[in-house]
């Protein structure tokens, strides 16, 4: 049996995340980041990869003929995007419109998905007849014979025989008096309060 120490060495976690800044950053800002990431524990920082200036940058609808700059982060512990978002604005001087940071994770998913078969329109938009699901469905009830007839009168054999019917309230005698104003309501006596 693994002592606790054990166990807790084999599941360390480690917490990646992409960032790109639109605009570029120098060295100056990517080592003050390094030192402001390091109350998360950093265990490393890629060297920052810029792209060539574009029109239309990735990522970031808005912003016009600019580079992006891109470098991932391990870190020990986790920071939350907000965190992360802020420690960027500080360092580069930049509005959060030209900030993106996503985990690594979503962002290798991403990137896996973006070259495979578009998934196909909504369901609701397709004619009926043309839809797969409804010629399988025709198809399952093209044969009436094939299904059981439900008659309604189904006599089943319960250990304990029949129950009888159970007496509802249209069962109970009915009067012919009016539940109102039928019968007069009784007055108080009225007593005097002297003694």
């Known amino acids: 049996m693994k002592t606790f120490t054990q166990y807790l060495t084999e599941s360390k976690q480690t917490y990646s995340y992409k960032i790109k800044v639109a605009g570029g950053c120098d060295a100056e800002c990517v080592k003050h980041m390094e030192e402001k990431l390091a109350r998360y524990d950093i265990i490393k920082m890629t060297e920052p990869k810029t792209t060539p200036v574009m029109e239309d940058p990735l990522d970031f ?9 891109m470098f991932e982060v391990e870190l020990n512990y986790p920071a939350s995007a907000d965190e992360l978002y802020q420690m960027i604005e500080q360092c580069t001087q930049k ?6 940071v996503v985990t690594k994770h979503f962002a290798d998913s991403w990137e896996n998905n973006e070259g495979s078969e578009p998934e196909e329109g909504p369901l609701l ?4 007849d043309t839809c797969p699901e409804a010629t399988a469905a025709k198809e399952a009830y093209a044969k009436p014979e094939d299904h059981i007839e439900n008659s309604g009168d ?4 319960v250990a304990g025989g029949t129950t009888p019917s159970a007496e509802t309230t249209n069962d109970l005698p009915q009067g012919d008096k009016s539940p109102v104003g039928s019968t007069e ?10 003694r």
């Open 154 to 157: 189904a006599k089943f054999e």
């Open 185 to 194: 309501n009784k007055k108080p006596e009225v007593k005097s309060a002297a």
């Open 125 to 128: 938009e397709k004619d009926y």
């Open 61 to 69: 609808p808005g912003v016009k003929n600019m580079e992006v700059c």
């Open 95 to 100: 509005p959060k419109s030209q900030i993106k």
